[in-house]
């Protein structure tokens, strides 16, 4: 292969990326930052809003209770749109479903923008209701999306690219919601309304690239458009081992429609795989990530920090997940999916041991919030350098053609409906046990790292037909054994199959 073709590889595989991120799962870390900084703008705002209506002036608890509605109501969406990213994307294809999303975002947008003007906190909730459905398909039909359109030594390092646009829209959003840019009371709804920008850019650049080969080759039949998707993405002639692997994926699934969730569940052949991904999945929320930046503020201003230097601080947290996600894509092909999961998931049982103890002594030794500030970034560090990005890519990897979008609607149902419950129980858990909320949040992380040891194969650099004679073992243990062969195959590069040779 030539330098040319090489590097024609690597810029349009990177572009399909970046287009496709900024307007998918950039917008589900965007939209969580930039709810933070106009909480009391808005509570500000349902309050006159209801005086002047009906003459009614609102307490503190009433006031509570209708913005905690407007922050949960986009995990709802978030739900919803999970549910109807597996036959949208059946339907309509990976790049029309993300494009088709947009229709979502930037309605979303509009009712923000239009919120003030019309006096209505109503348009508020609609609005992130949607904006909470578009994040929930981008979540689940853009790792899929990638995963079906890299090539097999690069598919965990573009899939988890996802999670790297993630922690990336999650420092963007805090930036943007600084009190020198859009995070004033004059400017709100515009803070609210921003995330269309990205939306805009996703619509201008996306249309020039590809589908995703297997969804052409595998669901729609078309052998010619899959070469040709495959030579723009690759930018060099098709291997020939590449398309044989998923010739032989398009044969095992042949005359099979696309399967439903419920399916799922009564097919015994993927029963590990279903039990694998929803385990991860809910491990994703219950791990208490998302509920560690609740404590980030308290615990800055206790090491000393000003409360008007705490915004630029707590951009820090999001630059830790950042950055973390980063180093993760560099290693995840070095070191393979299970050990970065796992070993997420003992360090954040360490940290959150850790952090209990700080919590629990910081009124009689003076060091130690500085402690518990150590703790939040190593924690959120352990967490991005795992669970973060590679839960996301398990889907693409363990389920075939077939199964993959019922997986990933079954995925992202559960990680909505879990942060959800995180959102409604951690104040609960932060009265009624105190410093020692994070030991329910310590005994996750262990449970799921004993869980990953016990049962997850390593999927690196292997094919679907290899890992699912891993997963048969578990499948349908104590019955007919099956050929395990090619577990340790190492791959070599086939020759280079010319598109007319079809």
Not at 236 to 249: A, G, H, P, S
Not at 384 to 411: C, D, H, K, W
Request: charged share 15%; proline share 3%; aromatic share 12%.
């Amino acid at each position: 292969m030539t330098t040319k073709e090489k590097k024609g590889h690597t810029y349009t595989l990177v572009l399909m990326v970046t287009s496709t991120a900024i307007g998918g799962t950039l917008q589900y870390g965007y939209n969580l930052a930039i709810m933070n900084a106009p909480t009391v703008f808005i509570q500000n705002f349902v309050n006159e809003t209801f005086l002047e209506r009906w003459g009614i002036q609102f307490g503190v608890y009433e006031v509570t209770l209708i913005w905690t509605f407007i922050v949960s109501i986009f995990s709802l969406g978030g739900f919803i749109g999970a549910l109807i990213a597996g036959p949208m994307s059946v339907r309509f294809g990976r790049k029309k479903t993300m494009l088709l999303n947009n229709v979502f975002l930037l309605s979303s947008s509009l009712l923000a923008l239009l919120s003030r003007t019309a006096k209505s906190f109503e348009m508020i909730i609609i609005s992130r209701f949607l904006v909470g459905i578009n994040a929930g398909i981008s979540m689940n039909v853009q790792p899929m999306y990638f995963g079906e359109s890299a090539p097999k030594h690069l598919r965990g390092a573009v899939s988890l690219s996802s999670a790297v646009f993630t922690s990336f829209g999650l420092v963007l959003g805090q930036v943007v919601s600084l009190k020198e840019l859009l995070g004033s009371e004059p400017c709100w709804q515009y803070l609210l309304a921003s995330n269309a920008i990205p939306g805009f850019i996703q619509l201008l650049t996306l249309p020039w690239f590809p589908e995703s080969p297997r969804y052409l080759l595998i669901d729609c039949g078309d052998k010619e458009a899959c070469l040709i998707a495959l030579q723009r993405l690759r930018g060099c002639e098709v291997q020939k081992e590449e398309l044989d692997e998923i010739l032989q994926e398009q044969n095992e699934t042949k005359g099979e429609r696309a399967k439903q969730p419920w399916e799922l569940f009564t097919d015994r052949s993927v029963r590990w795989q279903l039990i694998t991904v929803a385990v991860l999945s809910s491990a994703m929320q219950l791990c208490g990530n998302d509920s560690i930046y609740f404590y980030a503020s308290y615990v800055f201003q206790e090491a000393g920090i000003s409360a008007s230097q705490i915004q630029y601080v707590t951009i820090g947290t999001g630059m830790c997940e950042f950055t973390a996600c980063i180093l993760c894509n560099l290693l995840i092909e070095r070191l393979g999916r299970r050990l970065m999961l796992m070993g997420g998931y003992v360090l954040m049982t360490g940290w959150a041991i850790v952090f209990t103890v700080a919590l629990s002594l910081e009124n009689m030794v003076t060091w130690m919030p500085y402690l518990s500030m150590a703790c939040i970034f190593t924690y959120i560090l352990s967490f991005g350098m795992g669970p973060a990005g590679v839960t996301g890519i398990l889907p693409t990897e363990i389920f075939n053609q077939t199964s993959r979008p019922a997986a990933y609607m079954t995925a992202g149902s559960l990680m909505w409906l879990n942060l959800f419950i995180i959102g409604m129980i951690f104040p609960f858990l932060v009265s009624g046990l105190g410093q020692y909320c994070f030991v329910p949040f310590g005994a996750v992380c262990l449970l799921t790292a004993l869980y990953i040891q016990m049962v997850l194969p390593e999927t690196k650099g292997k094919t679907i037909s290899m890992i699912t004679k891993e997963f048969y073992r578990l499948n349908y243990r104590g019955q007919v054994k099956m050929d395990i062969e090619g577990k340790h195959a190492q791959y070599q590069l086939g020759e280079i199959f010319h598109s007319t040779a079809l």
